[in-house]
């Protein structure tokens, strides 16, 4: 009988699960679901984006966009500064990561709630106020490592979850969302199974819904179980359509969320669902493949090996850096 799955396994197949899912999604990004179709068929694996793709010209097969490097991004930040979180140190890391990608010719930049959002805290306006709009999914899509670092104890979590938030997404809808997805991470890589973290999830979106300020969706617990309800349906089309695939967190957290419980330990068919469930397909992945790969500890070898040929990352290193961090208590925790 094979050895169940370590933390560390578990930390390192979150991170690598991120990867495949966002690279997965990569071509599709932004395409409604009939032109996926068009362009691609159906996704069955890595592909590079048609000519001209609208954001993904100039990547090839099997590379990633700004969800893997966003949440490289944050690690990095929470190794560097593990007794507290630096906004502005973090706002000037999202920027001299996208002129990086400026200089590089792609096209995969800030989403709007960042780019506001930095571009307020660099004129002067206090780190309370500048997230106070973002609702869209960049919390969320980034969110892993916390996930890693954290026990699933739902006030420690949510805490940090709130205040790595701060700066972009300083709202109920965002720090909502960004909770269940830390929390399935969390529980996954406690070694609980789907049903106790889906449970766990929902606790801590409720404990989020109150923090940052009060715009945008007001129920995302709601919205999440809606999405397992059409889960248990076991109909992918009635999942993505009812719960949409948009940028905003209460669309695609619920719909990356309600495909993990769809497929359970078929990680491999979830994040190929992902990636042909249209709009904002390589986020829905990256989400998906960091839950699935915390629950279950283990990828296909094949797509493992893929992504790391195509891209240039140390993401072991950092799950193993991240993890050598759970249980601390930070400055970041404390509410």
């Given at each position: 009988m094979p050895l169940a799955p370590s933390a560390l396994d578990r930390a390192q197949a979150c991170l690598t699960g991120l990867a495949i899912g966002d690279a997965l999604g990569m071509p599709a990004q932004t395409l409604p679901?009939?032109?996926?179709?068009?362009?691609?068929?159906?996704?069955?694996?890595?592909?590079?984006?048609?000519?001209?793709?609208?954001?993904?010209?100039?990547?090839?097969?099997?590379?990633?966009?700004?969800?893997?490097?966003?949440?490289?991004?944050?690690?990095?930040?929470?190794?560097?500064?593990p007794a507290g979180f630096n906004d502005r140190a973090w706002a000037q890391d999202l920027l001299d990561w996208e002129a990086d990608v400026k200089a590089k010719g792609l096209s995969d930049l800030l989403g709007p709630s960042s780019r506001r959002a930095i571009e307020a805290l660099l004129a002067g306006e206090a780190p309370e106020q500048t997230g106070r709009r973002g609702t869209t999914n960049g919390a969320a899509m980034r969110i892993a490592p916390i996930g890693i670092m954290t026990?699933?104890?739902?006030?420690?979590?949510?805490?940090?979850?709130?205040?790595?938030?701060?700066?972009?997404?300083?709202?109920?809808?965002?720090?909502?969302?960004?909770?269940?997805?830390?929390?399935?991470?969390?529980?996954?890589?406690?070694?609980?199974?789907?049903?106790?973290?889906?449970?766990?999830?929902?606790?801590?979106?409720?404990?989020?819904?109150?923090?940052?300020?009060?715009?945008?969706?007001?129920?995302?617990?709601?919205?999440?179980?809606?999405?397992?309800?059409?889960?248990?349906?076991?109909?992918?089309?009635?999942?993505?359509?009812?719960?949409?695939?948009?940028?905003?967190?209460?669309?695609?957290?619920?719909?990356?969320?309600?495909?993990?419980?769809?497929?359970?330990?078929?990680?491999?068919?979830?994040l190929l669902i992902a990636a042909n469930a249209g709009d904002d397909t390589d986020t829905i992945g990256a989400m998906v493949g960091a839950m699935a790969g915390a629950l279950y500890g283990a990828l296909p070898p094949t797509a493992v090996a893929q992504v790391v040929a195509a891209n240039e990352l140390d993401l072991d290193g950092l799950a193993a850096e991240l993890l050598a961090l759970r249980g601390q208590v930070t400055e970041g925790a404390a509410r």
């Open positions: 679901r009939e032109a996926i179709r068009a362009h691609y068929g159906r996704i069955t694996g890595f592909v590079a984006p048609f000519p001209g793709h609208p954001v993904s010209h100039g990547l090839g097969a099997a590379q990633v966009t700004d969800d893997t490097e966003q949440t490289i991004l944050l690690a990095r930040r929470l190794i560097a500064d026990p699933p104890d739902p006030d420690q979590l949510v805490a940090r979850v709130a205040r790595t938030c701060r700066v972009t997404h300083n709202t109920g809808e965002a720090i909502a969302a960004a909770s269940a997805v830390a929390m399935i991470v969390s529980c996954g890589i406690a070694g609980q199974p789907l049903n106790q973290a889906l449970t766990q999830a929902l606790i801590a979106c409720r404990a989020g819904q109150p923090c940052g300020e009060q715009v945008g969706e007001t129920a995302m617990e709601a919205r999440i179980r809606h999405a397992l309800d059409l889960a248990a349906q076991g109909n992918e089309d009635a999942l993505l359509a009812g719960t949409g695939t948009s940028v905003a967190s209460h669309e695609s957290v619920p719909a990356a969320i309600g495909i993990l419980a769809l497929t359970g330990e078929d990680v491999w068919q979830g």
